[in-house]
């Protein structure tokens, strides 16, 4: 960005450094919430329905454009055009800022997102933190949302959106602070450069769950509770309709592209990659690429998960997250943090592996833990199935 | 640093009553038993402590200081002398039989009865070992809260608990008030709340009207703990009310509270000016004595007899205070026998609590089984209950002041110092010794054991369906008496061991003034 | 030699233990806890018996200085107060009485409480553990040291008297049916009584003791008898006297109490209503001999600072000893009961100690107790003996369908109901006679011996004075004493064992088993023989043996009173008097007749018998009117003065009590302490209005402060 | 710079909002969000007096954070007392819950 | 330091923000509303620390604040709806006196704060405020560890009593 500001400057002498820069800011801006947002959620409708459709051995969109490539489009007219409903007896004012805030939230993430090298809105000290904080305003809106929709799958759709986001902010944060933990920085800048070897192969733990607390987040399959059509119709939107469903919509597109970019960065290196580099403009460009393939498989995979996974029971889905993300990122946490703080792991090499082995440790106690867990219970309930037999 | 032992003493009741807390209100036999294990640390840490006590030596051990409150300037100070020795080993023994013995009767509210227990220890210990006038005061008042509850939740309802807890709260709170702004003026003249230090400093010299309405303030406080004749009128119904255990506790350590705070605090404090009112203070004791007594024979329930009595047997106590009061004479034959009155009258304390907890222990054995405490309601019991009879017979007679018992050899101390100092007060106080053995030997033993037995009688108060245990003492509730009586007998044969810490620190105290 | 003194700690040990064991361990075995009595007693005995020994071996050393074993017991101020055991002359002649009678009683209650028997006692275990401890008691107070030692085994004695009068004091129906319900109330009463009286005797000798002990800084008896000791005593003025003189008064009236001399002698013949071996071994022989082993151990005390013959204690010593004995002795001569009359017989004869003691004469009044034991506890072990007999043949009568059991008013120790046992009981009847005619007097039996010099003493102090002063009278009273105990003596044994049976029980009586007769036949022997222990024609031997033993105070001297064949003889003479002439009296009575005494003697009878309605009172029998001076003096005995004093003072205790109660609960409780509470609630029932139970104007109220305080802060 | 003075007044006339809202709501949520404002208004001061007087140490911020601490347990139980009160007697308006009344 | 026109003017958006979103608070009559108010000026406080230099708090006031209390107490309304009634008054009887107490403590408070005279610190050290979170970190583990542990405690104790309270008793 830096590179852009420079290259403006030396096209217009008498442009002052601080204008060009509020001049590239603006226009980044800009791109991310105007442009991004289509593009991203057509692109992403559009593959999400193609792999969707491979998985369960269909085609999928195949008519519009070539591959059914205008699929996106196709749809995103179809909702502009829908007659914008607002139901009676809706909290008015509330019903209507809810969309945005929605997306708002979403975007407002954007402003930390390393997307290339030297590319990034402003590169906060406390870039994470900046990232969960803002992450409650998506809530706010789904509470919104369902609250002033007047009706009572709404509500009941917003209580679940609240408690799944709440249970599932936590092990997520417990992920980010092993990360910060490990790179010694929330700046996102540092947290990249601190990955010689990406967080995945060091700490695949944490990467484990903030995945998964991240689909959750998103409230993606087969953490979608909270639209659960067979329950709950479809959840806080509704009785949301045309462009203002369209506002959700792009909201949790967004937002998985966001998410699958903060997991990029976090633990896949996010731009980094060979060639990729912030003094020149190719290398830049070549740092973009490595960042969207990156993001890209990450969100495939997601998709993966949504065709394979059944979907969860509400309260086995707060126990997962209670019962089990959270002590095991706790116990990564400690290990972690033992690992950093041994005087032997002084080399980074050496660290490396101490820490990949600490993971697998708390791998294993963590699956111990599990079976037998499910061993108990299992026995306890033939237990009382015998009990009611005899 | 040398090992905690004050510290853990006095906290460790503390840290169970926390745990027991926590643990499930339903598991009622883990939380007795428990109990009952926490209150035998302290136990042990204290026979420790007195095996380690350097016997010679009068003043303190064990010192712990450290800063508390430093805008107060207050300390958390504690130590322990050949005063506190034996009442801090009083208050565990106490403490872990009635533990015990509540662990087989409590069955009601039984979780919040054995916190509020273990919290009561910590009280009491804490004010026969702390050093500073806050932590004094703290302790105090930490007592008062869970032996409230214990009369007022647990009291048998017929007896009207609930009046007797808020007598007794009420009571004990006025004294409060009127120590704490005692104390008060004595920080402010003095700048320090070190008990030692006031001590030898000699607080309010300067100005003898505060000075003595600062001593009839903490006089008071200690007054209504004794409880001297005519503060004393909550005693007889909160031990009536109390359950056995709360009875116990309260006969065998809460009075001697004010005892020790006398011996501990206003006579170092005050010495002049206790010397100056001595002949009026040991005109109460004496009042206390005969007018104890007297009531007592006229009473026709078991336990307030035996309340009554404390009133008589701790104005034993007090003549031996006033006693060593009554001249600051430090020359040998005088010093001797004040040291020998004040040596009797803590002695009279430690068997004041083993004795009267005794009875209290006792009372409750025939209560539990007939519910009744009506002396015209037995008869010819020795018959029936052989064992209880032989324990009572021996408490009452170690009680009555027996020689070869507990009970002699204090009044013999303190009327052997009495009459070197005070001899017509002495020759007063005789008189209650003859009443004593009136009312014991002719209410207690003979309404209760001797006579005849009745069938029918007998029948109407026993309630077979209650009582799960045998009919004569119980074992447990011989286990119970067992140590009590063991001290009975080795304070009345052989009381060297006890009065030798006694003496060195009576004698150092005195000494001191 | 030094051996058995290193062994005297055993002497009350072992009894102790004794008792222990049977409490703790064997009490369910009747048999063998009788066994570990016996066996106790008796190794004390032995021990005792090799002490004095030992004593008599070593000669004058230990006779008169004493040997002492101190133990460090209780720290006192700046000094350790040591208690321990001593052993000098006196204590060792002590030690050959008690321990031996003790286990001749022992040996008697084996067979008295019916071992084996179907009607053996159902507390028959706790019986000997009380005899046990008592005896610890008794062999404690003997070796003891120092003052409190022996108080405290005087008031275990005291709380085995309490037990052992009451021990029938209550009962079971299931197990027992020999006892009636009027025993049941007697004796309870009486225990109680004998408890109470002894403890005001025992309360002032506590206040005596703790006297001493502030004056003198110890209790041991050889620091206290030191002459310098004494001296400074004797400076002190207390009440108007000398200290030592107080201390010494105070001392006697515990003696008082427990030697039951006038006034506080009423509780020892309602104390007959225990066991009759308790009465022996407690009320006859040793127990009642402590007070005047008290007063003859403290002796120094009662002379100190004056001669000897005006020393004012030592004259109250002997005016109280010669009422008790001649009024004792008196009220002996009406009474039915053959245990009443021995125990008025008891208070009499320790009278005549006391006397003996009073004229400053250690040994005269030891030498009496000394063979006094030995006889009275022979004559009760035998009316023991008489009265299990008696009931024996009541039973055997009963099973006879003669008479039924419950309804006849039948008492097994009534004389009246006795007659001709002589026959019936010859071993009990033999050692009874010896026993007798030690007790009245008669050459060359030990009473005659030991209360000859009494009397002697008496005799020569008036003839050095020369006036009819105290020494006369106590001479008068002795000698008087000695008619009236040899014509009550007389006619007892007329009744008991010659004449006619005059009821069923007494035809069908019969011997008692050899655990109770062979006691008495050791027992009789030493009444024979037991007076040559001090007999003048032997030289005075125990006066050699025991007499210095004060000698270091430098106050009391011991002389030997030369026979005097004058008094001798005339007492002799009295006695057999008496004896034959009671004897002759009686020999003839018939049951249902009016008594020879009372024919003669009129109203004077009546009122020494009036003694026996006080009894018919307690039983709640109607009195009948009687000749008002036999009530006078009566009624100043057990109505209007003594007795009913104690009772006064218990009935203004009572009400003192009461008032105390209600003064309490109305003024103190009620107005005081009420008062208070209920100003205060009405204080807070105002006050409570302002609990609006709302937060918010809690919060309203706490700003609106604030801002008033910030208001105040900043313009003012 | 802003002078230190708006800052103060600013918050505290957010102080002031809160105890109004405080004092004079009914419902019990009402005042628990008044007393959200007022530990805002303070944790401004706080913040604002770092910024102004001690900037060089964090004091201020330090303990901003421990007013939020403070305000996020306060939240926590304060909410759970109103429901815990909304489901015995049935309301949450302030007035109504007045057993401790006399 | 001179005072920038542009810090004027965000300062003044976000006391309109905060000042406004409070007095919503208290005056809406519609108690969600309110919460929303809340929620706004909250976000004025946001402002406020970013303007102050206080990023850090900023995060945390947004990630607590909004994201925690303010949904919290969205929750909250949402369970106890049933007794919304717009109608009614949402102001008790007391509220005049409230709100006269409320304005004097805002006069005497504006007063005393404008007579005091702040040591307000030199300009070069305004111009260099330490903003290092390490710093913070190290304070807080620091000197103030103990208030730290405290308040960590203090959170676990209300997690703890929320979940007490606020379960349904067992039947």
């Known amino acids: 960005m830096d590179a852009i500001v420079l290259w403006l400057t030396s096209l217009f002498p008498q442009m002052a450094v601080p204008t060009a820069r509020l001049i590239v800011h603006i226009v980044y801006a800009a791109i991310l919430s105007f442009v991004a947002p289509v593009v991203l959620v057509v692109a992403f409708t559009y593959m999400e329905r193609k792999v969707i459709a491979r998985i369960q051995d269909r085609v999928g969109p195949n008519r519009a454009g070539p591959l059914g490539m205008l699929q996106g489009f196709a749809d995103a007219i179809k909702m502009l055009t829908k007659e914008d409903i607002t139901p009676a007896g809706a909290d008015r004012i509330v019903y209507n800022l809810a969309p945005g805030l929605a997306v708002i939230g979403v975007v407002l993430v954007f402003a930390v997102l390393p997307v290339a090298p030297g590319v990034i809105g402003t590169d906060l000290s406390i870039g994470i933190l900046y990232v ?61 450069a601190a990955q010689n070897v990406p967080f995945l192969f060091t700490l695949p733990v944490a990467f484990f769950i903030f995945f998964v607390a991240n689909i959750a987040e998103i409230g993606r ?16 939107h509704v009785e949301y309709s045309g462009m203002k469903f369209a506002f959700f919509f792009i909201g949790e597109y967004m937002h998985l592209f966001v998410s699958a970019g903060i997991a990029t960065t976090l633990f896949l290196g996010g731009w980094r990659g060979p060639g990729a580099s912030e003094a020149s403009i190719l290398g830049a460009l070549l740092g973009f690429v490595y960042f969207l393939a990156k993001t890209v498989l990450l969100i495939f995979a997601m998709m993966w998960v949504r065709g394979t996974f059944p979907r969860f029971r509400i309260d086995h889905l707060l126990d997962f997250g209670w019962k089990f993300l959270v002590p095991v990122g706790l116990l990564t946490l400690v290990a972690v943090a033992l690992v950093l703080k041994l005087p032997f792991l002084s080399s980074p090499v050496l660290q490396w592996v101490g820490l990949l082995v600490a993971n697998v440790a708390v791998i294993v106690v963590a699956l111990a833990a599990v079976s037998l867990a499910a061993r108990r219970t299992r026995s306890v309930a033939l237990r009382s199935v015998a009990g009611a037999e005899r | 640093m040398d090992f905690p032992f004050l510290t853990l003493i006095t906290f460790i009741p503390l840290v169970g009553a926390i745990i027991a807390s926590l643990i499930p209100g339903d598991r009622e036999r883990e939380i007795k038993w428990f109990s009952v294990f926490v209150s035998l640390i302290p136990l042990v840490l204290s026979i420790v402590m007195w095996a380690l006590y350097v016997q010679t030596d009068g003043g303190m051990q064990f010192m712990e200081e450290a800063v508390w409150i430093p805008t107060l300037n207050a300390y958390y100070r504690m130590g322990v002398d050949g005063i506190s020795i034996p009442l801090v080993f009083l208050t565990t023994l106490l403490t872990t039989l009635s533990l015990f013995y509540s662990a087989y009767t409590i069955k009601k509210r039984v979780k919040e009865f054995f916190v509020l227990f273990l919290m009561l220890e910590m009280g009491m210990i804490g004010v026969f070992l702390s050093l500073d006038l806050v932590l004094f005061y703290v302790f105090w008042e930490i007592g008062l809260v869970p032996m409230f509850l214990l009369i007022g939740i647990w009291g048998q309802p017929k007896d009207r608990p609930q009046y007797s807890a808020i007598k007794f709260f009420l009571y004990t709170l006025v004294g409060s008030v009127a120590m704490l702004l005692a104390f008060i003026a004595i920080f402010l003249t003095t700048g320090t709340w070190n008990i030692l230090e006031i001590s030898s400093l000699g ?159 006792l009372v409750g054995v025939i209560y539990e089984r007939t519910h009744t405490r009506d002396l015209k309601a037995f008869g010819g019991l020795s018959a029936k209950l052989p064992v209880y009879y032989g324990v009572m017979m021996m408490t009452g007679l170690a009680s009555l002041g027996l020689p070869g018992l507990a009970g002699f050899i204090s009044e013999l101390l303190v009327f ?98 | 030699m030094e051996f058995f003194f290193n062994l005297v700690p055993l002497i009350p040990l072992i009894p102790l233990l004794a008792f222990a064991a049977i409490v ?149 129906r299931d197990n027992e049916q020999h006892i009636d319900e009027a025993q049941v109330k007697r004796a309870r009463a009486a225990a109680l009584k004998a408890f109470i009286t002894t403890r005001v005797g025992d309360v002032l000798l506590f206040s005596g003791l703790a006297l001493l002990f502030s004056y003198t800084g110890t209790l041991t008896f050889r620091e206290i008898f030191r002459p310098d000791m004494l001296e400074h005593l004797g400076s002190i003025s207390l009440l108007g006297m000398p200290a030592v003189t107080v201390i010494a008064l105070l001392a006697f009236g515990g003696a008082v109490g427990k030697s039951a001399q006038f006034p506080l002698h009423v509780w020892l013949p309602d104390a007959m209503e225990g066991p009759t071996p308790v009465s022996a071994l407690i009320h006859a022989a040793t127990m009642v001999a ?315 009878f009546t009122l020494l018998r009036n003694k026996y309605y006080v009894d018919e009172l307690y039983q709640l029998v109607i009195i009948r009117p009687v000749v008002w001076l036999a009530d006078q003096v009566f009624n100043f005995d057990n109505r209007w003065v003594v007795d009913p004093l104690v009772n006064l003072v218990g009935a203004v205790g009572r009400a003192a009590a009461d008032i105390s109660l209600l003064f309490d609960k109305v003024a103190v409780d009620s107005g005081l302490v009420e008062g208070t509470a209920k100003a205060f609630n009405a204080f807070g029932g105002w006050l409570r209005q302002t609990q609006t139970g709302r937060v918010q104007n809690y919060l309203l109220v706490v700003a609106v402060t604030v801002l008033m305080l910030l208001g105040l802060y900043l313009y003012l | 710079m802003i002078p230190l003075y708006w800052w103060l007044v600013v918050a505290a006339a957010l102080f002031c909002i809160g105890l109004y809202g405080v004092l004079s709501r009914k419902n019990a949520i009402g005042v628990l969000m008044g007393i959200e404002l007022m530990l805002n208004a303070v944790n401004v001061n706080l913040v604002a007096f770092w910024r102004y007087v001690t900037p060089q140490t964090l004091t201020g911020q330090v303990f901003a954070i421990f007013v939020i601490t403070v305000a996020a347990a306060e939240a926590a139980v304060g909410l759970a007392i109103i429901i815990a009160a909304y489901r015995r007697r049935d309301t949450v308006i302030v007035d109504e819950l007045d057993i401790m009344r006399w | 330091m001179p005072t920038n026109v542009v810090q004027i003017v965000v300062f003044a958006i ?79 009887e007391q509220w005049w006196i409230a709100l006269l107490v409320v304005v004097l403590t805002f006069v005497v408070l504006a007063v005393v704060l404008w007579q005091v005279d702040w040591p307000v610190a030199s300009d070069q050290a305004l111009a260099s405020p330490s903003v290092a979170i390490s710093q913070l970190g190290q304070e807080l583990l620091g000197p103030y560890v103990i208030p730290f542990e405290v308040a960590s405690v203090l959170l676990l104790v209300a997690l703890v009593g929320a979940v007490i309270l606020a379960r349904e008793t067992e039947t």
Not at chain 1, 227 to 234: H, Q, R, T, Y
Request: aromatic share 12%.
């Open chain 1, 132 to 192: 969960v904080a803002v992450g409650g305003i998506g809530t706010m809106a789904v509470l919104m949302a369902g609250w002033s929709s007047n009706n009572k799958y709404a509500l009941l759709s917003a209580f679940r959106v609240v408690a799944q986001l709440v249970a599932y902010e936590i092990p997520m944060v417990i992920a980010i602070i092993i990360v910060v933990l490990t790179a010694g920085s929330m700046r996102m800048g540092d947290i990249i």
């Open chain 1, 221 to 236: 399959s087969p953490f979608d509770l909270l639209e659960a059509e067979s329950e709950i119709i479809a959840g806080f």
């Open chain 2, 203 to 361: 607080p309010l010299a300067d100005s003898p009207a505060l000075a003595v309405a600062a001593f009839w303030g903490i006089f008071l406080a200690f007054a209504i703990k004794v409880p001297m004749w005519p503060f004393h009128t909550w005693l007889p119904d909160a031990h009536t009310a109390a359950p056995t255990a709360g009875s116990v506790i309260l006969a065998g350590v809460l009075l001697k509270l004010g005892g020790y705070g006398f011996i501990r605090i206003l006579l170092p404090f005050f010495p002049a000016l206790f010397k100056q009112f001595a002949p009026f203070i040991g005109v109460i004791a004496l009042i206390s004595m005969i007018y104890g007594a007297l009531v007592s024979m006229a009473q026709w329930d078991l336990k307030r007899l035996i309340a009554y009595s404390s009133v008589s047997h701790m104005g034993y106590f007090t003549l031996g205070l006033v006693a060593a009061a009554a001249t600051l004479d430090v020359s040998d034959p005088l010093l001797t026998s004040r040291a020998i009155a004040l040596s009797g009258a803590v002695l009279q304390m430690f068997n004041h609590g083993i004795i009267t907890g005794g009875l209290f222990f």
């Open chain 2, 416 to 513: 052997r110092g009495a009459f070197h100092i005070m001899p017509t007060y002495a020759i007063i106080g005789v008189i209650a010794i003859v009443l004593t053995a009136a009312y014991i030997l002719w209410k207690i033993i003979q309404y209760v054991f001797l006579g005849e037995f009745s069938e029918e009688k007998w029948r109407a108060i026993f309630d077979p369906e209650h009582w799960h245990f045998s009919l004569d003492m119980a074992r447990f509730e011989v286990i119970t008496m067992a140590p009590l009586l063991f001290f009975m007998l080795l304070v009345g044969v052989y009381p060297a061991p006890i009065l030798n810490v006694i003496n060195a620190a009576s004698t150092a105290i005195l000494g001191s003034l």
């Open chain 3, 24 to 172: 703790l361990f064997t009490h369910r075995n009747n048999r063998l806890s009788s066994n570990i009595a016996i066996g106790g007693i008796a190794l004390s005995t032995l021990v005792s018996w090799g002490v004095v020994l030992a004593t008599i071996l070593a000669g004058e050393h230990v006779q008169v200085e004493g040997w002492e074993l101190p133990i460090p017991w209780l720290p006192t101020g700046t000094t350790v107060f040591n208690t321990g055991f001593a052993v000098d002359g006196f204590t060792a002649a002590m030690l050959f009485m008690v321990p031996f009678v003790c286990t001749m009683i022992f040996i008697y209650s084996q067979g008295y409480m019916n071992l084996g028997q179907p009607n053996q006692d159902p507390r028959y275990a706790r019986f000997f553990a009380y005899i046990s401890l008592f005896a610890a008691g008794m062999l404690g107070l003997v070796v003891a040291d120092n003052l409190l030692l022996l108080f405290i085994s005087w008031e275990v004695m005291g709380l085995c008297s309490y037990l052992l009068i009451g021990f029938w004091s209550f009962r079971d």
């Open chain 3, 290 to 604: 402590a007070g005047v082993y008290l007063v003859a151990r403290m002796l120094p005390l009662f002379v100190a600072g004056f001669e000897t013959a005006n020393a004012p204690a030592l004259q109250w010593v002997a005016v109280i000893g010669a009422i008790t004995a001649f009024f004792g002795a008196t009220i002996g001569l009406a009474q039915d009961d053959i245990k009443r009359v021995l125990a008025y017989s008891t208070i009499s004869q320790l009278g005549y100690m006391m006397m003996g003691l009073g004229l400053g004469s250690l040994v005269a009044g030891i030498f009496h107790l000394l063979t006094h034991a030995f006889f009275k506890a022979l004559l009760f072990l035998g009316s023991g003996s008489v009265i299990h007999g008696m009931e024996h043949g009541h039973h055997a009568a009963g099973a006879h369908g003669q008479t039924s059991q419950h309804d006849d008013g039948f008492s097994a120790n009534d004389m009246k109901t006795m007659g001709g046992l002589r026959h019936k009981m010859p071993r009990t009847f033999w050692p009874y006679m010896a026993g007798t005619l030690a007790l009245v007097g008669i050459v060359p039996f030990a009473g005659f011996w030991s209360k000859d010099e009494i009397l002697a003493e008496a005799f020569q102090r008036w003839q050095e004075s020369g006036a009819l002063g105290l020494p006369f009278w106590v001479w008068l009273a002795g000698t008087l004493g000695a008619l009236i105990t040899a014509l009550y003596m007389g006619r007892q044994i007329a009744l008991v064992f010659w004449g006619e049976p005059r009821h069923e029980a007494a035809t069908h009586a019969h011997e008692s088993p050899n655990s109770m007769t062979g006691p008495l036949m050791v027992l009789a022997v030493f009444a024979l023989i037991g007076g040559l222990a001090n007999a003048p024609f032997l030289g005075s031997p125990l006066h050699h043996f025991m007499g210095g033993v004060h000698e270091a105070s430098e106050v009391v001297h011991s002389a030997t009173v030369s026979f005097n064949f004058a008094v001798a003889g005339l007492s002799t003479v009295v006695a057999l008097l008496g004896l034959l002439g009671g004897w002759a009296i009686y020999r003839n009575y018939r049951a249902g007749e009016v008594e020879p005494f009372q024919r003669w003697l009129g109203p004077i």
């Open chain 5, 14 to 92: 976000l006391t309109l923000m905060t000042l406004g979103g409070g007095l919503g608070v208290v005056s809406s009559r519609n108690l969600f509303h309110g919460a929303l108010f809340l929620v706004l000026s909250f976000a004025g406080v946001v402002g406020y620390y970013v303007l102050l230099d206080a990023g850090f708090l900023a995060a945390v006031q947004l990630l607590i604040y909004i994201g925690a209390i303010a949904i919290l107490i969205l929750f909250a309304i949402m369970l106890s709806r049933g007794l919304m009634s717009q109608r009614q008054s949402q102001r008790n």
